[in-house]
């Protein structure tokens, strides 16, 4: 989103405490990762919007040398998680930065309304992005529930922020574990019931279900049946497509929220909170200290993303094998990866940006970071209508590699109006819906 936050909602004079940040006031490079980070979560997200899940499956078991499966490769080495942790990094470092740029005034409208009044209106947000946009892989929605947990931490020390996100991973991985855990108890479970059939035992209710739910798990396999009927609705009317997705959106967002999301957006978050109270994102560190970000980033976050993928992601497309070879899931790693993979991407583009031998394009993605909120938005706009069947229909059509061509024109196209528009206009067109609905009032949008 924006460096800073918003929101308020009766008609009051707005004092001079509360106003939104200045262009002259805007830290360039928190914009410019920003926008790295926002076109880069279209890397993740686009085989949401345009193929059946089972594809994912299909490159797991099949060929391992096609253009398909060295694409899924080194998305899921480089990027998968990590994009999404910049933002969420940037996310809690523009927290900070909207509480330092309010002051308490009397009788002016108090810092914390201001916070919590625009949180709720990107709650809203995020629910017309899932159920009107029918994005059905909306992150505003957890980023503001979140969100409202943060303010109690904005003035903690970069210590407590980074070892409260490193808690929030852990418990992440934590779930992973236990997940793994009852896993192999059901495999033990399964292999205990297989051992007495083959003893001439008798089997007992408890192994027979033992039994059936192992194999139930170990057989499975996406039915052509549910996929054609997934590419059906989705190549639908918009009403056929809302249907459709509707049990997917609700579920995400409350089973989602406490299984994955704040665990996963909180902890990016109070880490970026910390980085940025050390000054990493406003580049106040030496060039040593980013390239050593670099090596670090990189030289940890690469090998382990190499391992998750091919022993982890390609290891359980083969479920029994996997349990019985290893006691702890690779996926336990994940949060390992996120972090030193996004501290990598964070250094490199700081490092690009001092060298100055790309202005135009640092130009360019300060401004899709300084837009990043309608960016978002229009993500989800451009690709449902192109995916979807009240648009073009062209859902599950492509191949998954042929995906990513969308991925780049959008990226084209966004690199190209984002600074054609702030040329113009201090604001993007969602930024300034979502700044005039906070201070309920209308802010100037002409430069």
Not at 263 to 286: E, K, P, V
Request: with cysteine; net charge positive.
């Amino acid at each position: 989103m924006d460096n800073s936050l918003e929101p308020s909602m009766q008609p009051v004079e707005t004092p001079v405490n509360a106003g939104p940040v200045q262009a002259a006031d805007r830290i360039k490079t928190i914009d410019i990762i920003r926008g790295v980070g926002l076109l880069g979560i279209l890397l993740m997200n686009i085989p949401g919007f345009g193929i059946d899940p089972s594809v994912y499956d299909s490159m797991r078991r099949g060929l391992h040398n096609t253009t398909d499966f060295y694409t899924l490769k080194v998305v899921s080495i480089f990027f998968e998680g990590t994009m999404r942790g910049l933002f969420s990094m940037l996310f809690g470092a523009g927290m900070i930065l909207f509480t330092m740029n309010k002051k308490e005034m009397p009788g002016a409208v108090p810092v914390v309304y201001l916070y919590y009044r625009r949180l709720l209106w990107l709650l809203f947000f995020g629910v017309i992005n899932a159920y009107v946009l029918l994005w059905w892989g909306d992150i505003l929605f957890f980023y503001a529930l979140c969100g409202m947990l943060l303010y109690t931490f904005r003035n903690s020390s970069p210590k407590l922020l980074l070892f409260l996100g490193i808690l929030c991973l852990s418990i992440a991985s934590l779930k992973t574990s236990l997940w793994h855990n009852e896993t192999r108890e059901s495999r033990h479970n399964y292999l205990e019931a297989v051992a007495a059939e083959k003893a001439g035992k008798k089997l007992t209710s408890e192994q027979k279900e033992a039994k059936a739910s192992w194999l139930e798990r170990e057989n499975w396999r996406p039915q052509p049946e549910r996929i054609e009927q997934n590419v059906t609705q989705m190549r639908s009317g918009y009403i056929a497509v809302f249907n459709h997705l509707l049990p997917r959106n609700a579920d995400d967002e409350t089973w989602g929220t406490y299984h994955w999301a704040i665990w996963d957006c909180l902890g990016m978050m109070l880490i970026g909170m910390a980085l940025f109270r050390w000054g990493f994102f406003s580049n106040n560190l030496t060039t040593k200290d980013y390239t050593m970000g670099l090596l670090v980033g990189y030289g940890i976050g690469i090998p382990v993303g190499w391992l998750i993928f091919t022993r982890g992601q390609l290891g359980m497309a083969n479920i029994a094998q996997y349990v019985d070879t290893y006691r702890v899931n690779h996926f336990v790693l994940y949060d390992v990866k996120r972090v030193f993979l996004s501290l990598g991407h964070a250094s490199l583009i700081m490092l690009i940006f001092r060298s100055r031998i790309v202005p135009w394009l640092m130009k360019a993605l300060a401004s899709v970071g300084q837009m990043a909120f309608t960016n978002y938005l229009m993500q989800s706009i451009i690709c449902t209508l192109y995916f979807h069947g009240y648009g073009l229909g062209n859902y599950n059509k492509l191949s998954y590699h042929q995906l990513y061509y969308v991925v780049l024109a959008v990226w084209i196209f966004q690199l190209i109006f984002s600074p054609v528009w702030l040329h113009y206009y201090r604001f993007g067109p969602f930024e300034w819906l979502w700044r005039s609905l906070t201070y309920w009032k209308k802010q100037p949008m002409k430069k």
